[in-house]
């Protein structure tokens, strides 16, 4: 989808390929455009380049946690809303939220895997 046509721009920090281009996928079916980062580094570089509206961040990464990189994303000042995302059990997913917002991030909300296109449309509304 071309940038000036979509409705916003979802960021999408996970290390499961298929996971990320089943997201991507749903991202654009609801108007949303989408770009995938497979690792910390690139994922914080595509967010001070691309100006997402949305990022979605996996809790579960290979040599790091979804916390510490909402801490980096907190010390960047960006402005995404963020979407927790994790088939990590439910106390971990709000612990999560719960750090995000302590950090004064803007928080889309959570996103448990297996997710759906509903709850991923829910997310994405604008604010």
Do not use: N
């Amino acid at each position: 989808m071309d940038d000036a046509a979509a409705a916003g721009r979802l960021l999408i920090l996970d290390d499961e390929p298929t996971v990320a281009q089943v997201l991507g996928a749903m991202a654009r079916v609801c108007g949303v455009d989408s770009r995938h980062a497979a690792t910390v580094e690139a994922f914080l570089a595509a967010a001070a380049d691309w100006a997402p509206t949305h990022v979605a961040i996996d809790l579960m990464l290979p040599g790091a946690h979804g916390e510490d990189v909402l801490r980096q994303l907190a010390a960047t000042g960006c402005p995404a809303r963020v979407l927790v995302c994790s088939g990590a059990g439910p106390a971990e997913l709000q612990a999560a939220l719960a750090t995000a917002q302590a950090l004064g991030l803007p928080v889309a909300g959570v996103l448990a895997k297996p997710f759906t296109l509903a709850a991923l449309r829910a997310l994405l509304r604008p604010r």
